[in-house]
């Protein structure tokens, strides 16, 4: 079947403007994570969400990250005024329910000029 | 604090030449220890998940075991497509359900 799919697969923008990540979790999965992966570093947790409940937004590093999750399924990631240290490769992941394995889309590598 | 560390950071190893990766953890609760495959500009891969204390998985040349404290993830007669950069992590209900992760094993087969 069809796995986790995320776009675009590269982002290359400007300082300051805003930026959206898509993410298509597998279908019937409840839970889905974002992630931040800078070169050569592990994975930073950003967002999860599970189910119908209120998102854990504990990992996001400022205010200007916000994602949503439209109708349990796809959800979007959006950075307001990048910044060039958000050049990094953003995975989403997504499970079927805790404590189940999550597998992990493409990413998307976002380069800010 | 929970913590999730893997060692060794880099291993380079002969083909055929059998070794372990180590994931050791200190977490309140453990729901679950995964261990994932990436290879360079993809997502992670998942290998297996572990529940508790005395099991084990095993998938062709790997076999992941663990115990209260820590996981390994034994890897025998490895072949050069072996080579990837390996993650454990861990999911507690003490840090709400997420998923924590080490930073990774770097392992690199020598044909």
């Known amino acids: 079947g069809a796995g986790v799919s995320q776009s675009p697969s590269n982002k290359v923008t400007e300082k300051g403007k805003d930026v959206e990540l898509r993410c298509d979790p597998i279908?019937?999965?409840?839970?889905l994570y974002w992630y931040r992966q800078s070169l050569g570093q592990g994975l930073e947790f950003l967002i999860y969400?599970?189910?119908?409940?209120?998102?854990?937004k504990s990992g996001l590093p400022s205010d200007r990250f916000s994602a949503e999750r439209t109708g349990g399924s796809v959800s979007t990631l959006t950075i307001q005024r990048t910044q060039q240290e958000d050049s990094a490769v953003y995975l989403c992941?997504?499970?079927?329910?805790?404590?189940?394995?999550?597998?992990f889309g493409p990413g998307t590598r976002l380069t800010v000029t | 604090e929970d913590q999730v560390t893997q060692s060794p950071e880099a291993l380079r190893l002969q083909e055929g030449e059998s070794s372990s990766l180590n994931c050791s953890y200190t977490?309140?609760?453990?729901?679950?220890l995964f261990w994932y495959r990436q290879d360079p500009g993809k997502g992670p891969e998942f290998l297996f998940t572990?529940?508790?204390a005395g099991e084990e998985k095993e998938k062709e040349r790997l076999k992941a075991t663990l115990t209260k404290k820590e996981s390994f993830l034994h890897i025998t007669a490895p072949k050069p497509e072996d080579s990837a950069t390996y993650l454990c992590?861990?999911?507690?209900?003490?840090?709400?359900?997420?998923?924590?992760f080490g930073k990774g094993t770097r392992l690199h087969i020598l044909p």
């Open positions: 969400f599970q189910g119908n409940s209120a998102p854990d």
């Open positions: 992941a997504s499970s079927p329910s805790i404590p189940y394995e999550q597998y």
């Open positions: 572990l529940y508790s």
């Open positions: 279908s019937g999965h409840t839970a």
């Open positions: 977490v309140s609760g453990l729901r679950g």
């Open positions: 992590a861990v999911q507690t209900p003490s840090y709400g359900d997420k998923i924590i």
